[in-house]
């Protein structure tokens, strides 16, 4: 029998211009929801950060499994304008967002592995934050000196975080041994890992072929931890691997 659908009770905190583009439920089964307000939206005593900063901000939002209650909500962003892309919960409860921001002012943690935006004014963010959405863990930047976005965040079982998107930038910050250390076209996937305690910036690399590609999500197997990346391309001779059913088929495991 398909599932019972049933409307949410807090619709009415959202307006015409708040904008929802992530949720994920943890192994309690609290509701988290991230997305993009341009002001009004509803924060909780204590939060992070309670007033708009201008633009988009980001906002992202704790609600108990019942869906009667409105546990924690905070904003976060800076002057310019951020979109929240992606969302993910590690087994500590700590709610980890990626994004993109035109931000010079955007909320960047003392430990970031990238303190500035780029020149081009738009960068990719990965930012961590407390279960009780009030302090923030960890924040920095992410790309080159072109135009960065983050389009997707997963966890493995050490709870290692995992970031995807694309990039224009030709100096994205690669590892030493990067499967593809070449941007492709005006525009290519990236994979990334930061560490599970420090935040270190561990491995990255570019995806794609000679022409543009998007990468627009992750998901982590809790099996293996390989990491399933999907997106589209331009390209005729992006990487591809002879699938079991007998045709191409993409699978990025790095």
């Known amino acids: 029998r398909p599932p019972r659908f049933t409307l949410f009770p807090y619709t009415t905190l959202f307006r015409s211009d708040d904008y929802i583009s992530a949720i994920v439920l943890d192994d ?3 509701i988290y929801i991230a997305g993009l307000t341009q002001g009004g939206f509803p924060t909780t005593v204590g939060a992070y950060q309670d007033s708009f900063s201008g633009g988009n901000d ?4 704790k609600i108990n499994p019942s869906m009667t209650q409105l546990l924690n909500s905070t904003l976060i962003g800076g002057t310019k304008g951020e979109f929240i892309t992606s969302l993910a919960i590690d087994a500590a ?3 980890i967002i990626g994004g ?3 931000s010079d002012d955007f909320n960047i943690t003392l430990n970031a592995y990238k303190s500035a935006i780029a020149t081009d004014d738009q960068d ?3 930012s961590v934050f407390d279960p009780n959405l009030e302090n923030l863990v960890y924040s ?6 072109n135009l960065d976005s983050i389009k997707g965040v997963g966890v493995d079982n050490a709870q290692n975080i995992y970031v995807v998107g694309d990039t224009e930038s ?7 041994k990067a499967v593809d250390t070449t941007l492709g076209g005006a525009k290519d996937g990236f994979y990334c890992n930061f560490n599970a305690t420090t935040f270190a910036f561990e491995y990255s690399t570019f995806i794609g072929g000679l022409e543009d590609e998007l990468v627009m999500g992750i998901a982590m197997d809790p099996n293996s931890d390989n990491a399933f990346i999907v997106g589209s391309t331009k390209s005729s001779n992006y990487p591809v691997v002879l699938g079991e059913i007998g045709r191409a088929s993409c699978r990025e495991r790095v």
């Open 28 to 30: 309690s089964g609290f």
């Open 100 to 102: 993109y921001t035109f």
């Open 93 to 95: 409860k700590r709610v």
């Open 140 to 145: 920095s930047y992410l790309g080159g000196s």
């Open 170 to 176: 030709s100096n994205f910050p690669l590892a030493v």
């Open 124 to 126: 990719g963010f990965l």
């Open 58 to 61: 980001g906002f992202i939002c």
